[in-house]
């Protein structure tokens, strides 16, 4: 019931926020694809928290166990089942969330559609969950790079009304970990990260917008009509938790253009390939990859619960106040980053699969 994603390529996450743990099991990785535990724990280390000054101090350490599908550090082609246990949990801070709904948190919704909710951390609607998604990502990256040299690169844009100038030809992922925030313009991760803790401090929180870059992607990636590459990406990095916006190219400045200044016009380079001169398409045309870097960006809101008084109800319909308790992101925009590669990764993972299942058979 919308755990489950992808086609060939399979994830289905479990787990609750403050549960025994949270996990999830792949279907459809090819087999004899060598993988560590350690691979995947450098990628959940990029989304645990407690990291930095401007993550939520909930200190885990997120280690990974693979309970299946993974023989002598070679996959088998079953499935693999990856499980990471909860340790520092603290229910007591939630107890006020039995009966009061957090503004613009899932309580309210999880209540009308279920009636009945994990109060305990938000449940399956905290970003815990998404620690499945990103352990299953670092598989789709390594198959991504080993089969095509595809390589996923993500990092922070733009922090409330602060944008950084960041070239997405030429960064590096040394750029993008060598802050806390992760924005590879050192000069305005700078200004981002104090203006993070200015807003922890006020007991509230930020938004803003990871950009993504694909590098190395293949033509004919996608499908036409309803399996198209860029329906599939919103949809896998906008089932993230916070996320409300998505552009794939020029985006929504797109709009500002005439056809005549949109157009990406065909030349043929050196050796021989058809390339755009620009990529206001961000590397998909007709729901097709085109060979161009697929360039991405995802916009998150603020963090919902934070330390400020809020008018809110309660599940009895009484209106009252809520200020949150807990420990939680006051910007969830630098653990974002590993989440959006991950499903970004997840989607071409499963679409390399497809292209090569229909046209690479005759």
């Known amino acids: 019931?919308?755990?489950?994603?992808?086609?060939?390529?399979?994830?289905?996450t479990f787990g609750e926020s403050h549960g025994g743990g949270v996990g999830v099991v792949i279907d459809g990785c090819p087999p004899k694809l060598e993988i560590s535990a350690e691979e995947i724990q450098f990628e959940l280390d990029r989304r645990r928290p407690g990291q930095?000054?401007?993550?939520?101090?909930?200190?885990?350490?997120?280690?990974?166990?693979?309970?299946?599908?993974?023989?002598?550090?070679?996959?088998l082609g079953t499935p693999i089942a990856i499980l990471v246990r909860n340790k520092d949990t603290r229910s007591q801070d939630y107890?006020?969330?039995?009966?009061?709904?957090?503004?613009?948190?899932?309580?309210?919704?999880?209540d009308a559609k279920y009636g009945i909710r994990?109060?305990?951390?938000?449940?399956?609607?905290?970003?815990?969950?998404t620690i499945g998604r990103v352990a299953a990502g670092a598989i789709a990256k390594k198959i991504l790079q080993q089969v095509a040299g595809i390589e996923v690169l993500g990092y922070v844009k733009r922090i409330k009304d602060l944008e950084a100038v960041i070239d997405s030809k030429t960064v590096t992922l040394e750029q993008v970990e060598s802050n806390i925030v992760r924005c590879p313009n050192l000069e305005c991760a700078e200004q981002m990260i104090a203006l993070v803790e200015s807003a922890r401090d006020q007991g509230d929180s930020l938004g803003g917008?990871?950009?993504?870059?694909?590098?190395?992607?293949?033509?004919?990636?996608?499908?036409?009509?309803?399996?198209?590459?860029?329906?599939d990406l919103a949809k896998g990095v906008m089932s993230l938790p916070a996320t409300k916006g998505f552009e794939i190219g020029s985006g929504f400045a797109g709009t500002l253009?005439?056809?005549?200044?949109?157009?990406?016009?065909?030349?043929?380079?050196?050796?021989?390939?058809?390339?755009?001169?620009?990529?206001?398409?961000?590397?998909?045309q007709g729901g097709i990859s085109n060979g161009e870097d697929i360039v991405i960006r995802v916009a998150f809101k603020p963090t919902a619960t934070i330390r400020k008084e809020q008018r809110t109800v309660?599940?009895?319909?009484?209106?009252?106040?809520?200020?949150?308790?807990?420990?939680?992101?006051?910007?969830?925009?630098?653990?974002?980053v590993p989440m959006v590669e991950a499903m970004v990764a997840l989607v071409l993972c499963d679409h390399l699969?497809?292209?090569?299942?229909?046209?690479?058979?005759?």
């Not at 401007?54 to 023989?71: H, M, Q, W, Y």
């Not at 694909?214 to 590459?229: A, M, N």
């Not at 005549?260 to 050196?270: G, L, P, Q, V």
């Not at 699969?353 to 005759?362: A, D, E, I, T, W």
Request: glycine share 12%; aromatic share 6%.
């Open 52 to 75: 930095s000054k401007i993550t939520t101090p909930r200190k885990e350490a997120d280690t990974c166990e693979i309970l299946s599908g993974v023989f002598e550090g070679k996959t």
């Open 314 to 336: 309660t599940t009895e319909g009484e209106e009252t106040t809520l200020a949150g308790k807990g420990r939680h992101d006051p910007c969830v925009l630098p653990r974002a």
């Open 1 to 12: 019931m919308g755990n489950t994603f992808g086609h060939l390529f399979r994830i289905t």
């Open 118 to 129: 994990n109060w305990q951390g938000g449940g399956r609607s905290s970003a815990r969950e």
């Open 257 to 284: 253009m005439t056809g005549s200044e949109h157009n990406d016009e065909f030349y043929i380079d050196e050796a021989g390939e058809v390339r755009t001169a620009t990529n206001r398409s961000g590397g998909v």
């Open 209 to 231: 917008v990871v950009e993504c870059v694909v590098r190395s992607v293949p033509k004919g990636l996608g499908s036409p009509v309803f399996d198209k590459l860029e329906a």
């Open 95 to 110: 107890d006020e969330m039995v009966e009061k709904y957090r503004p613009s948190h899932a309580d309210a919704t999880y």
């Open 353 to 362: 699969l497809r292209h090569y299942g229909q046209c690479k058979v005759l």
